[in-house]
């Protein structure tokens, strides 16, 4: 009798040379901030040190297929090469399959409460009619079977005790503002906090693109200024020579939000450092010496408002400095919102799981 052969398992065993190195090159695409060139230097050394491509198959092959496939575009005049929609779209897929795991789209928007009233998900279940009910709530085959069974076929008709009305779910919908902090400071003492904290951001706008499609998700960076950004320029973002201008941030999340005409809305923000920057007039005024009252002042007067509106703020706080956590917890006593202490490794867990807890209740 034949028995059973063990062998070791090697990744991406089965996978094509192709397959492998270009989830390789989506990965490097994310350090680089979306530089074709850089990424692929960074490849062809991996190439040399692990031998990733073969004699049947190099990585001039692998560039040719790059651009045959659709993943990168070479401009003919100046030589410059960019990835196309496509790889941006599989930066994000990859992201969310690496933090999010992998979850399987949907048409419908899947925050199901357990609150029957006039919603866009039928529910099995019926009750007699009653005054205030809509025409459109009407089950009308019950209905007609009631009335047959109370008055007969022969004298057919339709009386009020006879209507049943097929109740529909409501499900919520929520409307997301992601902060992120890209001041100089997210690069700081060689420790890389914005790639975890863009990664974040890219898993889950493809999260509640793919599997919440009715909710909405807008991205603000913020440094001496705040200032939104596409889902298609995430790949791309960098941090720069800025100091960290909350107030900014929440400003325009809360104008953001305040364009939104559902009831349920929340404001995700990471950063890993103090508040250090203020905007008055046309000056900044800036302090990076220990948490300056002026300006924490102004932090903890929008967390109130944001309570008064109705708009939590989850706190993602990639530090560890006791007095930048005491501030935290005093911004989030104001607004009775959360904090996280993540660090940068468990960071995605975080988020998606505050995400998802938050789609099994309604807020009103």
Not at 63 to 85: C, F, N, Q
Not at 227 to 233: H, L, R, S, T
Not at 252 to 273: E, H, S, V, W, Y
Not at 301 to 316: D, E, G, V
């Amino acid at each position: 009798m034949k028995g059973y052969l063990f062998t070791g398992y090697k990744p991406g065993e089965g996978k094509s040379v192709f397959d492998q190195l270009l989830e390789l090159f989506i990965q490097l695409l994310t350090y680089t901030n979306g530089d074709v060139a850089e990424a692929l230097q960074w490849l062809n050394q991996l190439d040399r040190e692990y031998e990733l491509t073969n004699e049947e198959y190099g990585m001039g092959d692998f560039i040719d297929d790059l651009k045959t496939k659709g993943y990168i575009d070479e401009d003919p005049g100046s030589g410059t090469i960019k990835i196309t929609p496509k790889t941006e779209q599989g930066i994000r897929k990859k992201s969310l399959e690496e933090i999010f795991g992998k979850l399987k789209k949907t048409r419908q928007g899947n925050h199901t409460t357990f609150k029957p009233g006039q919603g866009d998900e039928i529910n099995p279940e019926t009750r007699p009619f009653r005054f205030g009910d809509q025409l459109e709530q009407i089950d009308f085959t019950e209905s007609i079977r009631n009335a047959q069974i109370n008055h007969g076929i022969e004298a057919f008709n339709i009386q009020e005790d006879d209507l049943q009305i097929r109740e529909t779910d409501f499900k919520a919908q929520t409307s997301t503002v992601l902060m992120i902090d890209i001041s100089h400071s997210m690069i700081l003492y060689g420790e890389d906090r914005i790639t975890p904290a863009k990664k974040v951001a890219m898993a889950l706008s493809e999260l509640i693109t793919t599997r919440y499609p009715k909710d909405t998700l807008d991205i603000v960076v913020f440094g001496n200024d705040a200032w939104p950004v596409e889902i298609k320029d995430l790949p791309y973002l960098q941090v720069g020579p800025y100091h960290t201008n909350t107030v900014a941030g929440l400003e325009l999340a809360m104008d953001m939000l305040r364009k939104r005409r559902n009831p349920n809305k929340q404001i995700f923000m990471i950063t890993d450092g103090k508040p250090t920057c203020l905007k008055v007039g046309k000056r900044y005024y800036k302090n990076s010496f220990g948490l300056d009252r002026k300006i924490t002042t102004r932090c903890l007067n929008l967390a109130a408002q944001c309570k008064k509106l109705k708009i939590p703020i989850t706190t993602f706080m990639i530090a560890s400095d006791p007095y930048l956590q005491r501030f935290v917890n005093e911004f989030t006593e104001t607004n009775q919102g959360k904090a996280f202490f993540a660090s940068l490794d468990h960071l995605g867990t975080f988020i998606f799981k505050d995400f998802e807890s938050g789609k099994r209740k309604t807020l009103y």
